[in-house]
């Protein structure tokens, strides 16, 4: 193979000079502009048998300057590149036009060859328009009695797709490429007038980077890794013969689909053009002529499902990733124009995703799946201090592809259910419903309790059952609310301590009786808590909330991903983070966007935080010096897998229709929740209650394994002690 010609390279000469007979940039310009009639004839020349019915009002003479500036700054849709928080792997990709932007210089010469061999062999002598060209396609148009040939350079044909791009209408786009005399004259004059803002090498780098090669690769590097799977300054001849033969018809060329016939043919053309200029030797040529075009085809990821169609592992993080974008005014003033933004900006955005979390958590919650195959079981994975989610894992895969899904969990529903595949978010993301959380919402009466100048060890007496001033529908207790305990072993005199730990429901409805509902539910709130449903809105109203004591039971519903940053919360000692997954978010031009941030601020006061953390360690660990934790703890399995000191809170609804454990450490929050998305009365049964606790146990286990431990600090003992 040989370097480009130097005699496409004349000395003397700017990159806009002509070295062939025809008229020069300037004197076709003149020619247009004195006399309609001039225009007629070259544009007879290329479209002999059609009409020239006039310029329209934007391709006029006059603004033909302003225009070729537009072309000339066009940024075709780019993909979106996201990544795991270790910047090396893969979450998705998300694109309208699978398109990266490559340097001309990261293209292997042989197909910056190749391409001009196919498309414009004389690409580096004429001003935009090929007058050689044009005569070429009179001859063969007038001989055919039709249109067989037209006269595009490259130039021209970037101009025609930089207009397709910076179409406002479809009257535009139509404009852009109907068939019509108007239209290429204007694009050839627009052609000379780039060749004079832009180099040749500027006009084939952006050429190549807008180019269609069939099966969704716009640009040479999607195409690249389409076809060949591989970056395009690795292509060799066989393979840049190859794509520079699809431009012209990708379909009619296609090697993927077809029997490679066609694809050989346009293939073995464009190695003889490559000769005929002198790009190429007879004989390199004909060592590949005889090869079989050997294809190694990918199909990119895109919005979250992965390559080839398959699910992926990432899915419900992406889909939570995406939900999130959709949310961040800083990329458009519509959830549309965000989405469309992350689809065609060619941002790179590295995920706080870890992994290798991520995979401990796929791994547990499948392997404690229960064989109701309708119940979702799912953790959420967090980072105290910057809200960043570390890992989704679901017994769910994410895909579209539902043929195969089991019945509707509910009886009368006629259809299938979302298990195993499913693209709901059933973990949390967007204004989706949720799942009551049971027992796990007395943190919030705790935090309020706290908060109002409680101390941890305010002690009531705690029977197995007790009347409540709250108003009630029911008559068991005279029209009051009367709640009693999971087991009378419950029952005696209870603190913050004992009542959480072993949670003691007679314990905490007595004291959001004295601290308020109110006062909780505007903790919730504070805590990110939003109300999912006509009804949980409707009790949580300025004028109702006083009056909802069975919140502290958690009768409302919370999405997992909120109900782990409540906990997240607290292991920041106070330090409220929105629930993030973005780590960085880089922009086409390499500038770091601000949108990945932490958006953090001190919601707690640090020793009510803390005061919660040591109540919530007796749910965990019962011998504790200086705590008077109760006989027991709801959830000592957590801290006896993680092998280290947990806080948290177990939790289950009535008639076991959920089951939850949230916990933390100083250094990561797990949440784990089971339950049936689709029909939540259908119950997950009591041998499933602890599999919430068992996954979240083995997640710490195992992502905190060889991490030195942290220790929680204690609280003060004025909000401990109430002497």
Known sequence: MRDRPRQHRVPGLSAHGSDEPGPSAEGVYALLRTSLLAGLAIAALVFPLAAMAGLSAKAGFDSIDTLSVEVTETDPPLTSYVYAADGET?????????????????????MQQAMVSAEDSRFYTHNGVDYRGIVRAMVANNSSGGVEQGASTITMQYVRGALQLNAETIDEVIAATEQTATRKLTEARLAMAVEEQLTKDQILERYLNQAYFGHNAYGIFAAAQVYFSKHPSELNLQESATLAGLVQAPSAYDPITSDQTQALGRRNWVLDRMVDIDYLSRGDASEVRGLPIELQVSDPPNSCIGIQGTPTEFGFFCDYFRRWWREQDAFGATPAERERELRQGGYTIITTLDPDIQKMANKHVNDAQSEDSRLAHGAVVMEPGTGRIKAMGLNRTFSYDQKHNGPHSNPSFDRKGNYPNTVNPVLGGGAEGGYQAGSTFKVFTMLAALDAGYPLDYNISSPNRVATSFVSATTACGGRWCPKNGSAAMAGNRDMWSGFGMSVNTYFAQLIDRVGADKTVEMAERMGLQWRSEGDAYYASEERRSGWGPFTLGVSDVQPIEMTNVFNTLAAEGLYCEPIPALRIIDPEGQELDAATPRCHQELDEDVARAATDAARCVT????????????????????????????????????????FLGYTPQLTVGAFMADPDYIFNPVGKSNTTKSKETAGKIFRDALKGVEEVKFKPPSRDIMYGD
Do not use: N
Not at 90 to 110: G, I
Not at 640 to 656: C, E, F, H, I, N
């Open 621 to 660: 660990e019962t011998q504790r010096k200086g705590a008077q934790c109760g006989p027991w703890g709801t959830s000592k399995i957590v801290g006896a897998l993680a092998g280290r000191p947990v806080a948290g809170k177990s939790g289950t609804t009535d008639g076991d229709r959920a089951s939850w």
């Open 90 to 110: 893969l979450v998705s990709l998300f694109y309208d036009e699978f398109r990266r932007h490559v340097a001309l210089d990261e293209v292997a010469p042989v």
